[in-house]
């Protein structure tokens, strides 16, 4: 078999794996895309039916949850990203400024859930923004469950 072959039958294989790759990654991405639906429409049953939203409360309602869930998802992505930064090589300084962020984003964070909780109250009772809290930590704590 002459060179020219051998090359043009190495092309079309590699060519064949990086379309089984791309199609699979694709696939894991749907499904990943489809599950992470599922938790959130579960957790949106768990919240409307434990928080006993009416339909007037819930149009009000999500939006403002929506907005507060997307900037708190923000910062805890921050912070992970700060606490799984590699130390080898880094100086003491360089980790403490870390740490010194990540305490500033949990203060951020404290700030957002004050800002929010007056906004909840625009729309839904003290008794009813507390069995939010409740629903968030019951769900959070079975989802654990179920990952584990």
Do not use: C
């Not at 929010?116 to 507390?130: D, G, M, N, P, R």
């Amino acid at each position: 078999m002459s060179t020219k072959h051998k090359k043009l039958r190495i092309a079309g294989l590699l060519f064949f794996l990086l379309s089984v790759v791309a199609v699979s990654d694709s696939f894991a991405q749907r499904k990943s895309e489809e599950e992470i639906r599922k938790i959130q429409d579960a957790k949106i049953a768990i919240i409307t039916n434990r928080v006993n939203l009416t339909p007037e409360q819930a149009k009000d309602f999500w939006p403002i949850y929506n907005e507060f869930s997307k900037q708190k998802r923000s910062m805890h992505r921050e912070m992970r990203q700060l606490i799984n930064t590699r130390e080898d090589g880094r100086s003491d300084d360089q980790v403490m400024s870390n740490l010194k962020e990540v305490q500033a984003l949990k203060q951020k964070e404290l700030e957002l859930e004050k800002e929010y909780q007056a906004k909840f109250l625009t729309v839904i009772s003290a008794k009813q923004l507390v069995e939010l809290y409740k629903a968030e930590r019951s769900f959070n704590e079975m989802l654990l469950q179920r990952l584990r």
